[in-house]
């Protein structure tokens, strides 16, 4: 775990896509919060998805401004899918996608005012209006924990097990009555 930033060949595919295809395609590099993205490590993702010489100055940049903006955003995933070069030379972004945390929104008031609760999943909606963290999974078995830790392990035996969680609903530490029923709900 930590923070990393990635690079790819397969331009217009989903992270998690590409690394169950293509696993190879993926190249990374550890980002220490206290440094943030060093040339030396924009130059290497850079020259392992094969940019010109010549764009790796424009590439770094899109690279520390990307970090920049996930600190200042409170983004869990910050991502420009794909990162096109035009026929002049340029590199440009040709799409993007930012996942905020969901804990940070109070800090974020502006972004959090920006959310499209209809293109949200409605299990997601009423979750979070009853203070539940859930996840939707596309496994098989309904979770409910108390603590994100025990939830894990035991999402880890299941998939063990052959019986892959379909959601993971976590209370926190908070337990009470009506949370629970917003949960089997």
Not at 119 to 134: D, K, P, S
Not at 141 to 160: E, P, V, Y
Request: overall charge negative.
């Amino acid at each position: 775990s930590g923070i990393f930033i990635y690079a790819s060949t397969e331009a217009g595919k989903d992270l998690n896509e590409i690394e169950r295809a293509a696993p190879e395609s993926i190249y990374r590099e550890p980002i220490d919060p206290f440094l943030g993205v060093l040339g030396f490590q924009a130059r290497n993702l850079a020259s392992s998805v094969n940019l010109p010489r010549e764009t790796w100055g424009v590439f770094t940049e899109i690279a520390t401004n990307l970090y920049r903006c996930a600190q200042e955003c409170d983004a869990v995933r910050i991502e420009i899918n794909p990162l096109g070069m035009m026929k002049d030379g340029q590199v440009m972004a040709l799409g993007g996608r930012l996942v905020l945390d969901d804990n940070a929104l109070f800090r974020q008031p502006d972004l959090a005012a920006l959310r499209d609760i209809e293109a949200e999943h409605e299990t997601a909606v009423q979750a979070r209006a009853a203070n539940i963290r859930y996840i939707r999974l596309s496994g098989k078995t309904g979770c409910i924990f108390s603590g994100a830790g025990l939830g894990m392990a035991t999402m880890d035996l299941l998939a063990k097990y052959g019986a892959p969680a379909a959601s993971f609903v976590d209370l926190g530490s908070e337990i009470y009555r009506d949370k629970v029923v917003g949960a089997l709900r």
